[in-house]
T-cell receptor, first 113, second 113 residues
Framework: DVKVTQSSRYLVKRTGEKVFLECVQDMDHENMFWYRQDPGLGLRLIYFSYDVKMKEKGDIPEGYSVSREKKERFSLILESASTNQTSMYLC????????????FGSGTQLSVL | GENVEQHPSTLSVQEGDSAVIKCTYS??????FPWYKQELGKGPQLIID?????GEKKDQRIAVTLNKTAKHFSLHITETQPEDSAVYFC????????????FGQGTELSVKP
């Protein structure tokens, strides 16, 4: 089974801190995604990557950046955390060749105080 | 822009009853419609999907129907059980945007024993 691992289940940070959320997948998937999940808003795409060193903005990229130096790892960076970035963050991966099914990690609940 | 509307936001049923969740999409180019189930503390998992060349698909107690003309698709769960309690998300894939998924807002299903 595909495994998508997010480094932290819960994270508490202070306003203005630089925050790194890490995601690792073990199935050699080309595509990786970062979503945030907020009640009543569903899953909103922040950034995605089709392959190593490639990145594309999603629907809500403001305040975030990403890094994909290795195929298995996709990092989400909050350059200067703000309280409105308190949310559940979900990483997902997908085979780029013929796959459409997304495999999700368990999520990181980030609280910015 | 493209969006997916999902209703209802919450649904409570008695064990053994049926549950129906409905979604509407805006992009007529969409041709793949997955449904994800998210249990407490876990990431979403694909439970069933349907492509635009099919009107209905069934997998045991779960079925999905698609009306491409009306841009509606629905999830039907029969003989509900307490373990069906979860948040359900519908999604539509945007073929002309590299397979990007747009998610609905989510439905919190509660099955009362």
């Amino acid at each position: 089974d595909v495994k998508v691992t997010q480094s932290s289940r819960y994270l508490v940070k202070r306003t203005g801190e630089k925050v790194f959320l890490e995601c690792v997948q073990d199935m050699d998937h080309e595509n990786m995604f970062w979503y945030r999940q907020d009640p009543g808003l569903g899953l909103r795409l922040i950034y995605f990557s089709y392959d190593v060193k490639m990145k594309e903005k999603g629907d809500i990229p403001e305040g975030y950046s990403v890094s994909r130096e290795k195929k298995e790892r996709f990092s989400l960076i909050l350059e200067s955390a703000s309280t409105n970035q308190t949310s559940m963050y979900l990483c997902a991966s997908r085979s780029g060749t013929d796959g459409e099914k997304l495999f999700f990690g368990s999520g990181t609940q980030l609280s910015v105080l | 822009g493209e969006n997916v509307e999902q209703h209802p936001s919450t649904l409570s049923v008695q064990e053994g009853d049926s549950a129906v969740i409905k979604c509407t999409y805006s992009d007529s180019a969409s041709n793949y419609f997955p449904w994800y189930k998210q249990e407490l503390g876990k990431g979403p998992q694909l439970i069933i999907d349907i492509r635009s060349n099919v009107g209905e698909k069934k997998d045991q107690r779960i079925a999905v129907t698609l009306n491409k003309t009306a841009k509606h698709f629905s999830l039907h769960i029969t003989e509900t059980q307490p373990e069906d309690s979860a948040v359900y998300f519908c999604a539509a894939v945007l073929r002309n945007q590299g397979g990007k998924l747009i998610f609905g807002q989510g439905t919190e299903l509660s099955v009362k024993p």
